[in-house]
């Protein structure tokens, strides 16, 4: 699969919102998108042996775990999930999943390396981790050398802190915006204030592009599915706001927690997990559900979907039901691009709640100082 072009399609004037229009020699899609993760992956597997059909999606991620044990990274089924989305016709990107602390002290030494290892297995798009506050003039050569060493038909895409230092990220920002289709961040929280600030300058440079104009397709990595400080609003949603489409969120493996903790997670009941909530645009459990709506919508959902075929209850079927639940709100703000997201965002409490309590007047002082 090649990816072609992508392409500023729209911009919306009262949130400040963008669409992007995404070109590959097997289809076109729109941004904010939701990936196929590790988890679905296991589950459209188990449908394919039942003959059902699986999500119509145009992209697949894949964590790989590191085993603390035998200190190597569990990629055996790298191949299989390469060959699954290849058969989708998805754009496949692959992830060495890291602790925030282990990222903090990534060196060039490692990033050459997982890049290397990844180069050799053939993967078409290969991700390069930035180490934090890397100086850009070192990432010049190091790129230089990288793209020396992949396949023609293979792709490089930098892999850039959020946290880091604001004139360094400016700098790997201007570079890199223009010179790439793919691009990934490693995304930190929206409460650590360099990450705020510098997707606000993403934010402000895609949307103050020409409109027809490229552009990369921004993507974010490691980012949490939700927020508990933002009132649980979805990340995939929280993020678009900026212009990154969630490509892969953190997870924590189950052979990395405790006995006792996999054991209290295996028998949890379908009330005792976070769903999304596509009214409110944020994960909710039934408790409150019931206190909302008199009514457990979660459960209600899942009554909805065919549980006997490759999504048996529980987990695995709640995981199913957030995938497309939370497809729809991105489709609706792709389509307010260009309707108006006012309307959108009083419609939707948790979205409402994030942009008056985040965005708007963080942003109108971040614009202000870059402005004066």
């Known amino acids: 699969m090649l990816l072609k072009e992508v392409k500023l399609e729209a911009t919306e004037n009262q949130r400040g919102q963008v669409l992007k229009r995404i070109s590959t020699s097997e289809f076109e899609c729109s941004n904010r998108q939701l990936p196929v993760n590790k988890g679905l992956y296991h589950i459209e597997k188990d449908r394919l042996r039942y003959n059902c059909s699986v999500l119509l999606n145009p992209i ?20 299989a999930a390469k060959l699954h989305a290849q058969n989708q016709n998805r754009i496949f990107i692959p992830y060495l999943q890291k602790i925030k602390k282990a990222l903090e002290l990534q060196t060039w030494a490692q990033s050459e390396n997982e890049f290397q290892n990844f180069v050799s297995k053939n993967i078409q798009f290969v991700p390069y981790q930035i180490p934090p506050n890397a100086p850009f003039e070192e990432w010049e050569k190091r790129k230089e050398t990288a793209l020396s060493i992949i396949h023609k038909h ?26 790439n289709k793919l691009l990934g961040f490693n995304c930190d ?57 969630v490509y892969s969120e953190r997870v924590f493996p189950m052979g990395d927690m405790p006995p006792e903790v996999r054991e209290k997670i295996t028998q949890q009941k379908p009330e ?11 994960f909710t459990q039934s408790e409150n559900q019931n206190a ?16 006997n075929q490759g999504i048996e209850g529980g987990y695995k079927g709640i995981r199913w039901l957030n995938f497309l639940t939370q497809k729809q709100t991105l489709h609706e703000l792709n389509s307010a691009v260009f309707e108006g997201m006012n ?7 948790r979205i409402t709640a994030f ?10 002082r971040i614009f202000m100082a870059q402005t004066n």
């Open 343 to 349: 309307k959108l965002i009083e419609n939707h409490s």
């Open 355 to 364: 942009w008056d309590l985040n965005l708007e007047q963080k942003r109108k």
């Open 189 to 245: 929280s929206l409460s650590n204030a360099y990450t705020f600030r510098n997707l606000s300058s993403l934010w402000l440079k895609t949307h103050s592009t020409k409109i027809g104009s490229n552009v990369p397709w921004t993507i974010g990595f490691g980012i949490q599915r939700m927020f508990p400080t933002f009132s649980h609003i979805s990340a995939a949603v929280a993020y678009s706001f900026f212009g990154i489409d």
């Open 292 to 307: 909302w709506y008199e009514n457990d919508v979660t459960r209600q959902a899942l009554s909805e979907i065919n549980l």
């Open 154 to 179: 293979q792709e490089l895409i930098p892999i850039i802190p959020t946290n880091m230092n604001i004139i360094k990220f400016e700098k790997y920002l201007e570079s890199e915006f223009k010179d």
């Open 60 to 79: 697949q991620t894949h964590h790989i775990r590191y085993d603390k044990k035998k200190k190597v990274w569990m990629d055996s089924d790298l191949e």
């Open 272 to 282: 005792d997990f976070f769903t999304y909530d596509p009214i409110q645009a944020g």
